[in-house]
Structure formats: structure tokens, C-alpha cells
């Protein structure tokens, strides 16, 4: 669609100065440039110009000097008779001006009185006719004057019947075999709306027959009726989101009314998930198509207006498959000029609404496309008839634009990150083992019997489970029997459960069957021994874990933290690191996709994590269907709890074992449990000394726990206290009483299984249930701590083989999805690419910066780790020397004690574009790691890494800029995120650490190449006062919150001294404190905290574990761990050698000369 050769066509292809030459030559010809607005006097002119003048006599040469003498008599008139709203719209009118530049062309503008209110008759004539459709407008007189007239038509008339049906448009897109999503259509008769063939259920309707499970959308079948509306399923929240035509800065809003429409017709249609853009594409013909992409207006509602108040669109590239799907809707709707909308979705795109004669706004280049496509349409078509001497103009091809980046710089091409989900409220579950009919018969309805299990989490199924219940506690009322007492309070139990908030959402419970052929084999503490014989099943009710506010919070300022991983902003984005992102993604260079486990909480993190990620507004659950994908379908997130491995079984049994003796640890204790020597074990076994007395107190302060919560019950004036997050003192008992039941078995013995238990309560009440000032509280939190900090790790293994092996059962399907992301070859094709010719404004529209965001729970994150401290990425006994790096990282990740919530790993992958492309310096991969949120231990006492992207020992003096992402941004990308303004400092060295504050209140010291930028650190919240903790009120409202990157970072970015000196000369600074013991006294809870939530505790920074991986490294050592079967390792791992595959022989400072085997296309 570029430059025409020459030739006397239009004369666009020619410099600006030559196509005001001509324009003056034209004007002088005839007077002011040529468009009229017709009436019924000019058409007794146009009709008396002659048609086969001279003109044919013409040589083509001759003609370019002969212009001025003769002019051409006929010309071909092109009418445009539409709304005067849309024929004097700036588009219309721009390429109006542009198609009057053809020599012999002229417009002539029907005005719209005319079209409403004369004959067709009176109307101007013209040769050629652009009419469409809009409201208001007789299409039947258009149809009528086409009739009498017959001009070329542009766009069909017929057509734009159909076209005002959503009916007849699907059913010709299905005709012409374009993708559409599978959809049904429902008829209602307006006189009697109750006959009609919807079924709605709680979440699915039925629609002739055929189910549409939510979220589904429902579509007016007008056309001209925008009011669309889209159905969120319960699991995800419920309600729906009613699009309609934009107002002022809204395109939707979020309504809790989750039943659908019961009067009028509509489409009903399944939802694509489309990563919330819709792409609007604008053919001129068959063969020339625009694209861009905009927000989706059911994501949040706001529609992103740029300073002049226009809706934010950037131009995208089609793929092949889309300009073939464009070629078709244009043919079968016989409209050359028509928009239509299209979905990308799972690697696919569909059409979803076709609207007929539409122009792209504000796009110069569109407008010269669109006057010269147009222009060479109507002479090729009318040219040979009138005589007119016309040769089509050959096209020039595209010439893709490809950018490149100067200087040593890395680019940042990819990020993948894994987050264990937020705050949550304790979990909890029942087992009872029940053999009613009525259960048996539930079992069978939902097909238990062809796997033998059975998840129930629909309200619908849940109401049955809770129908039954009631019913049996009916029964039992009549009857007394010691049996049935046992069952009586584990139904009242089920039923109080279910009972909990007055309705079901789906989320917060549900009820898992398990058929037993004979019985339960063993009774477990709660049971009695009296067994019956035969088949019976299990039945476990799970409930809590639900994503607290607290949570959410969490995650919605992690994730807007997260945007200052990427490179800054440009132009208006200027000076606000976090902005690069959002430029990134609105421009559409960003390739984001967020998967999470199918558990209700680690879903709501993800989908809160996007919402400060990428500054959206609003409700959850709209954010959670368009972007988080379920990533359930292959175990990639999910662990099934239920089924362990042998090894599990094996280490679990183990641990038990030795927790349950009553003894001091022992030396040979010490081995057995923490044979890594990590300290964080080891300190928590000295806070224990005996692990039977220590249970001994645990049990006691859970015992004294629960009569001050008994005292508090029969206090009138706190009986009916709310605590966090809605629960009651009622509820806070059962969860207690439960714990004290369960922990102390029949036997004596204790049941190691339940400390995880214990702990996760002890730290939800002392951190959201504080203000209850119950005794001993701390003391609880202490000694449970210690003890979880032994057996949650080591439930994960206790050596390393056994680390690895458990580990790879968990993550290998991660992990091959991991490095497909780094390879990042496949499934490019379909990632939104931005147009290179029309993103004007876009420095770089070429780059693509993928990210992919994982959330899910404590087991991926604790088995991920692991492989990659034991797996072998870098064989830290020979290359001890070489890679002081990763020693330390070792050594630091040994002393974090516990994964807590909104822990992250995060990979990164930078791109240098100097290198040669085989070349193993080509792309280089860090490594960086939080903890997550701060616990409530005393903050000097946390363990300290190494800062976020330190600058490395051995590159120090080769690469100076090693690590920085481009010059945008080179002082940006090492600073904590701020929100608001930056606070600036001036420049100050040697660098100052003021550990005690929770800011980021660090002075970094600037390379020579910097300074003249200045400094500047950064804060979350610059608002708040600087006062150092110790003297803050402790109302709870803490304020200071760190940044994403580690303080200890700041002071080492790109230029500070060699790491090794830094470390001895910092030593005091660093280690005030020995690392984190459990020993020590948790700190006035929710002092560090988000602003304005009391009690949201801060997260750790992320820590660089290491900067200096080439992408070979890390792609040999993913495809070792995932190769590897676990006999394979646990034999290499007893010999203490690690196959030498699993790691490339040369450290990252010795390249390797050899051609890297891995050439992975990285076009983009």
C-alpha cells in the first residue's frame, strides 16, 4: 500500500514539494480544489461534459506538459451521500481531499436534506457512490437511487440490511467459514417473552438446547443496540459487566446482577479471553487492511483518552490468517470500506461484530492509503469506460522498519515470575466417613464413581451436601446412640460450615468424596473404633483460605511496584520509572500472560496483582476473566495434596519420627534433619532443644488459648465482637478447639502433621486479631514458628536428593514452560506486533518485552527453589573461587526461614544486541528472589542478600553499563518504585545505609556517566514523614513501606567497588545481627505497613541470587533438571558429583569459544 510509481494516477508518491506543485497546477485550472457539495442545478453541467474527449489522443509525456492548455472535459463524479454527522466527520473529509487529487475525480457531497427529504429523482448524479448506513439514515431511498442511477457502488446497499443484524451477520460469517465464537441465538416473540427456549441456571444458560457455562456474553441482536452484556461465573465473583457506547470515559461498568435479560431477543455467545485488547481492523477492499488494538471496554470500564481526549489506539500488524479473515468479511459483505472487530484468543482469532462503513480516526497514513486505494479502485473501474488514459500503479512493497539499539546496552526481553498468593484467612478441613444412601446418591449423580473421587465447589452441589446434612440432623434428633453422636457434631460441623456467609460464591469452600471400598482403613484420632463393614466414602470439607483485604493489598502493590522492573518511560512518561511498563503495555509491545492454580485465593492474587500492574480500576472479577488463564489443565500450577509421593511419604514419616521423640536434639538429630547445615534450621532446632516438650507447650498455650476465648464468650459485652474479615469469637473457638482436639492424639503422641496448622493461625490472629490483647499470644507464635520452620521445609525433603526429587515431582511442567519462555520462539505469531510504519512516536516498535507471571501456592515456590539451589545451575564446589556470587546467594537463601505470602522468584532475560547472535554472550538471564511479606519478627534481624542487580566482580572493569537496560532508563531501573513524584537528593558520596527505616532512604552513589544526571531515591509513599520507626506512634497505621529492590542494592548499582571489598569494608553494617533466629521477639506488629492499612505488612525486596547467567546455562540446566529421572539423581547426589550436563563447564567470565548449539530465533 505505498508508493505509486509514476504514471497520471494520483500523484501521492511524489515528494511534498511535487504534490504542491501539482495541487497549484489544479487550483489554477480550476479555481479552489475540487469538492462540491451537489445540488440539483450542477447536474444538467456535469451531465452535458462530453465524454470521449482528446484525452485518448494524449501521449502520457505530453500530458504533464499540456495539463495547463487543455483541461479534460469529463470527469467522474464520486457521490457521497450519507449523514451530514459522517460526511463531514474530519476522516471523510480528509481523504476526500486526499481523493480529489486524482486528475479526474471530482466529489460532490449530497447534503442531507436532500437525502431526506427530496426525491431520489432530484439528487445529484455521480458515477461513482459512497452511501452507507447510520441512524437516521433511509437506506430504502439509497437502495432506490442506486436503482435508477446504477453508479459504481463502494460499499453494497442490500447488504447493510443484514449488517444491522447480529443474526444475519453471524449467520454469513459462518457461511464464509470465518472463526467466530461458538454462539445460539435466542428468539422472543416481544407479545408473550415467556415463551422462549433459555434455561438459566446458576451458571450456564441453555439456549436451544446448547449450554453456554459462564462467563458467556449476551448481545442485543440489533446492531444498532450496544448495550452488551457479559456474565461472570460465581467461582470468579459473580455479577456482570454492561458495556455500551462510550461516555465521556466509560465504555462498561460492573453490576453484582448475575441473571440475564428477559425481554428482547438476543445472541448468546462463549467468552474469549483475550488478555483484555480487542483489535478493530478497517479494510479499503480486499486487499488493504489497518489494524489497531485498544483496550477492552469490559476490563475495567475506563477508556484510556489521550491529552486531546481521543481514544488511546495503537496500530498493530495482522497476521497471515487475519489478512485472509479480512479479504473474507469484505468480499461476503460486498462493503469495501468496513470495520469489523476482531479477538484474539488462545492463538486464534475470531470475528465478533462486523459494522460495515467505517474509517480509522487520526492516522495520516491511513488517510493516504485509504484516498489512494479508493482513487485507483474507481479509475480502474470507470476509467476504460470514459475514455480515460489510466495505467495502475505498481506498489512499491512495505519496507519493514526495524530498530536497533546503539552502544553496549542490554535490552530486557523477558520476565517470568513465580508468586505465592497473599494473605489468606487459615485453612481448614473436616473429615467424617459417611454411609447414607442420599450421600451415595449425590456421588453417582456427579459421576464419582468413574475416577472414585469427587469435587464438589458449585453452589448448586454445595446446597445439596447442606440439604442432606439438614435432613440427616433431623433424623438424628429422633434417635440417640453413641455412633450417631460422634456423626451428630461432625454434621452440625458440616452444616454450620456451609451455612457461613448466607450464600455460596464458590470460592471460600468445598466438599471432596472419596469412595472407600471398605471402609476407612484406620481411624484417625477423632473416630471412634466402632467400624461397620462395607463400601462408605470419605467426605472432606475444606473451607477458609480465602484472600484476605490484607492480601489483596499486597498484591495490588507488589504489582505496581513490579512496573519498575521494566526500562522507563519516554515523552510524557518522562522521569516516572513504572511508566515504561505501562507505555510498553498500552502501546501493545508488551506480551503479557498471567496463569494461576485454580485456588480461589491464588486466582484473586493474580488477578489483584494485574490490577496494580497495569493501573486498572474497579472490581476484581472482571480483571480475573479477561487476564489470569486457569492453568490447571496439566498440573503446571497445581499440586493434587492428596496424592504424595513415596519419597514425600517416606520424608514425612522420617520427620515425624524424630520430632515425636522425647529428647534434646542430638548431634546425630542435627545431621538427620538439617544435613545442608542451613542455619535457619539449625537455629530454630536450638530454639526446640526438645521437641516433645516444646509440643508439651505448644499444646498448653493453644489450651489456655481457647478457655480466654470461652471467658470472652460468656462476656455479654464481647459475645458478639467481629473480628477480621468478618469471623466471629464463635467461629475463632471451633478453629482453636479443632487444633486442640486434633493435636494431641488418643495415644499421647503428637500430630507433627498439624504444626503448619497451628502456626498458620497463631499468625493470622496475632497479626488481624491483635486488638483481642488474648495472653501468651506471642509466646504461641514463637515456639509454633520455630517448630513450622523445621517441619514446612522439610516436608519438602530433608537431603538434597530427597529436595530434588520431591521437587521435580512438583515442577517440571513449570519448568519446561519456563524454558519455552526464555527460548520465546513459539506462539510469537500471535502476539500483538505493533505496525512499524504508523507507530509514530514509539521509539522502539519493534521491541517486544514478554512476560509471563505464574501465581500459585507455597509447594511450587518452596520444590521451584529448591531445584534451583540443588539442581546444579552453578556447581558451586569447583567453581567456588570463580563464583563468590552464588556461594552468597546459597548462604543467603539458607538463612530465610519461611516462604511467607507474595514470595517471587523472578527470572529475567536481556538481549545484547552487539553481540553476534550465536554468540553465548548474545543473551544473559538473572535470577532474583523476595521472601515475601516481613513477618512479625524484629526488622533487624532479617537476613541480608546482596542488593537487586549488584554490579559483578569480575565484569567490573570490562562492562560498565553491564546490567543496565537502555539509556532511557539507566539510572531509573536500580532505584525502588516510587508512585508519586521522586524525592530528590543531591548527589552524595561515599553511599549512606539507613537500615532502619522501612523506606528506601538510600543514597546511591552515581558512576561519572550518571552524575550529571543526579540521584534520585525513591519511595512508595514520599507523602509520609521520614521518622525512623522507633519514634513512630504505633497506631498500626504504618506508612513506610520499601520499594521492590533491595536497599542494599542502591549503593552497588553499576559502579561501586569491587563486591568483595564492598562486603569487608560494609561488614560491620551487614552483619550488626547474626541472621534471623525464631528466638527473637515479634515486633509491634503492622508497624511496617502499606499506607492506610493498618495491618498490611511490607515485602521484602527482591535480592539478586545472580546477574551473570548466559541463556545456554540456564537452557542446559532446565533441560537436565527436567530430563533427569530421580534415580538418576539420587545417585549422583549420594556420590556428591552433579551430572555434568547440568551445568556448562565455564563460568559466566570465561567464554566459551565453541558456537552455542541453541539459535533461537528471536525474530520478532
Known sequence: ??????????????????????????????????????????????????????????????????????????????????????????????????????????????????????????????????????????????????????????????????????????????????????????????????????????????????????????????????????????????????????????????????????????????????????????????????????????????????????????????????????????????????????????????????????????????????????????????????????????????????????????????????????????????????????????????????????????????????????????????????????????????????????????????????????????????????????????????????????????????????????????????????????????????????????????????????????????????????????????????????????????????????????????????????????????????????PVKTCDKVYTLIQSLNSQIRKRLEDPKSADLQLYHSETLELMLQRWSKLERDFRMKNGRYDISKIPDIYDCIKYDSQHNASLGLEDTLELFRLSRALADIVIPQEYGITKAEKLDIAQAYCVPLMKKIQLDLQRTHEDEAVNKLHPLYSRGVMSPGRHVRTRLYFTSESHVHSLLSIFRYGGLLNVRSNEEKDQQWKQAMDYLSAVSELNYMTQIVIMLYEDNNKDPSSEERFHVELHFSPGVKGCEDEENIPLGFGFRPASSENEDKKPNQGSLEDLCQDQTDQASHISEPINIQRRSPMIRNRKTGSMEVLSETSPTQSSKGCTSHRLFPSVSRQSPEIKPTSGLGSLCSGLFSASALGVSCSAPNLRDYVRTHHHHLHRKPPLSPGSLPCQIGMFGFEGCSMVPSIYPLETLHNLLSLKQVDEFLNAVCESSSEAHAKTMKDGSIPSSAVSSAGPSSPITESSGLNFSFSE
Open 1 to 690: 500500500m505505498s508508493e505509486p510509481c509514476n504514471g497520471p494516477g494520483p500523484r501521492l508518491g511524489l515528494e511534498p514539494e511535487a504534490v504542491e506543485r501539482e495541487g497549484q497546477v489544479r487550483r489554477n485550472q480550476r479555481g479552489v480544489p475540487l469538492f462540491v457539495v451537489g445540488s440539483e442545478d450542477e447536474e444538467q453541467d456535469m451531465g452535458q461534459m462530453e465524454a470521449g474527449m482528446k484525452n485518448e489522443m494524449f501521449r502520457e509525456e505530453d500530458m504533464e506538459d499540456d495539463e495547463d492548455e487543455s483541461p479534460p472535459e469529463r470527469q467522474i463524479v464520486v457521490g457521497i451521500c450519507a449523514m451530514m454527522k459522517k460526511s463531514k466527520s474530519k476522516p471523510m473529509t480528509q481523504i476526500l481531499e486526499r481523493l480529489c487529487k486524482f486528475d479526474y475525480i471530482n466529489v460532490v457531497i449530497f447534503p442531507e436534506e436532500v437525502i431526506l427529504e427530496e426525491p431520489v429523482e432530484n439528487w445529484p448524479l455521480c458515477d461513482c457512490l459512497i452511501s452507507f448506513h447510520s441512524k437516521g439514515f433511509p437506506l430504502d431511498k439509497a437502495v432506490e437511487y442506486a436503482k435508477l442511477r446504477n453508479p459504481l457502488l463502494i460499499n453494497d446497499l442490500n447488504m447493510q440490511y443484514f449488517i444491522q443484524d447480529r443474526r444475519e451477520v453471524y449467520r454469513i460469517l459462518q457461511e464464509e467459514g470465518i472463526d467466530l465464537p461458538r454462539y445460539g441465538v435466542l428468539n422472543r416473540d416481544p407479545d408473550n417473552p415467556e415463551e422462549c427456549n433459555l434455561v438459566e441456571a446458576e451458571d450456564h444458560v441453555e439456549v436451544n438446547g446448547e449450554v453456554f457455562p459462564k462467563p458467556f456474553v449476551e448481545k442485543p441482536v440489533c446492531a444498532e443496540d450496544h448495550n452488551v452484556y457479559i456474565y461472570y461465573p460465581t467461582s470468579a465473583g459473580g455479577g456482570s459487566q454492561r458495556l455500551f457506547r462510550k461516555i465521556g470515559s466509560r465504555s462498561s461498568v460492573y453490576s453484582p446482577e448475575s441473571s440475564v435479560r428477559k425481554t428482547g431477543s438476543y445472541i448468546y455467545e462463549e467468552f474469549m479471553p483475550t488478555d483484555g485488547t480487542d483489535v478493530k481492523v478497517y479494510t479499503v477492499g480486499p486487499d488493504y487492511a489497518h489494524a489497531e488494538a485498544r483496550k477492552s471496554p469490559a476490563l475495567d470500564g475506563k477508556v484510556e483518552r489521550d491529552s486531546e481526549g481521543k481514544e488511546i489506539r495503537y496500530p498493530v500488524m495482522l497476521t497471515a490468517m487475519e489478512k485472509l479473515v479480512a479479504r473474507k468479511v469484505c468480499l461476503a459483505f460486498k462493503q469495501t470500506v468496513c470495520g469489523f472487530d476482531l479477538l484474539r484468543a488462545n492463538g486464534h482469532s475470531y470475528v465478533c461484530d462486523v459494522n460495515g462503513f467505517s474509517f480509522v480516526k487520526n492516522s495520516m497514513k491511513y488517510y493516504d492509503d485509504c484516498a489512494k486505494v479508493l482513487g485507483n479502485m474507481v479509475m480502474r473501474e470507470l476509467a476504460p469506460q470514459f475514455h480515460i488514459p489510466w495505467s495502475i500503479p505498481m506498489e512499491a512493497e512495505d519496507i519493514p522498519i526495524v530498530p536497533t539499539t546503539s552502544g553496549t546496552m542490554m535490552e530486557l526481553r523477558c520476565v517470568i515470575a513465580i508468586i505465592r498468593h497473599g494473605d489468606r484467612t487459615p485453612k481448614q478441613k473436616m473429615k467424617m466417613e459417611v454411609r447414607h444412601p442420599l450421600f451415595f446418591e449425590l456421588f453417582e449423580k456427579y459421576g464419582g464413581y468413574k475416577s472414585g473421587k469427587l469435587k464438589l465447589k458449585k453452589p448448586k452441589q454445595l446446597q445439596e451436601v447442606l440439604d442432606i446434612a439438614r435432613l440427616l440432623l433431623v433424623e438424628l434428633g429422633q434417635h440417640n446412640d453413641c455412633e450417631i453422636e460422634e456423626k451428630k457434631s461432625k454434621l452440625a460441623q458440616l452444616k454450620t460450615v456451609l451455612e457461613m456467609y448466607g450464600h455460596f460464591s464458590g470460592i471460600n469452600r468445598k466438599v471432596q468424596l472419596t469412595y472407600l471400598r471398605n471402609g476407612q482403613p484406620k481411624a484417625s484420632s477423632e473416630e471412634e473404633d466402632c467400624k461397620k463393614d462395607g463400601p462408605s466414602l470419605l467426605l472432606v470439607l475444606k473451607w477458609g483460605g480465602e484472600l484476605t483485604p490484607a492480601g489483596r493489598v499486597q498484591a495490588e502493590e507488589l504489582g505496581r511496584a513490579f512496573r519498575c522492573m521494566y526500562p522507563g518511560g519516554q515523552g510524557d512518561y518522562a522521569g516516572f520509572p513504572g511508566c515504561g511498563l505501562l507505555r510498553l503495555h498500552s502501546t501493545y509491545r508488551h506480551d503479557l500472560k498471567i496463569y494461576a492454580s485454580d485456588e480461589g485465593r491464588v486466582q484473586m492474587t493474580a488477578a489483584a496483582f494485574a490490577k496494580g500492574l497495569l493501573a486498572l480500576e474497579g472490581e476484581l472479577t472482571p480483571i480475573l476473566v479477561q487476564m489470569v488463564k486457569s492453568a490447571n489443565m496439566n498440573g503446571l500450577l497445581d499440586s493434587d495434596s492428596d496424592s504424595l509421593t513415596d519419597c514425600q511419604q517416606k520424608v514425612k514419616a522420617g520427620l515425624h519420627e524424630i520430632m515425636q521423640r522425647d529428647q534434646e536434639f542430638t548431634e546425630e538429630d542435627y545431621q538427620k534433619l538439617a544435613p545442608t547445615g542451613s542455619p535457619s534450621l539449625v537455629n530454630s532446632m536450638k530454639v526446640i532443644q526438645n
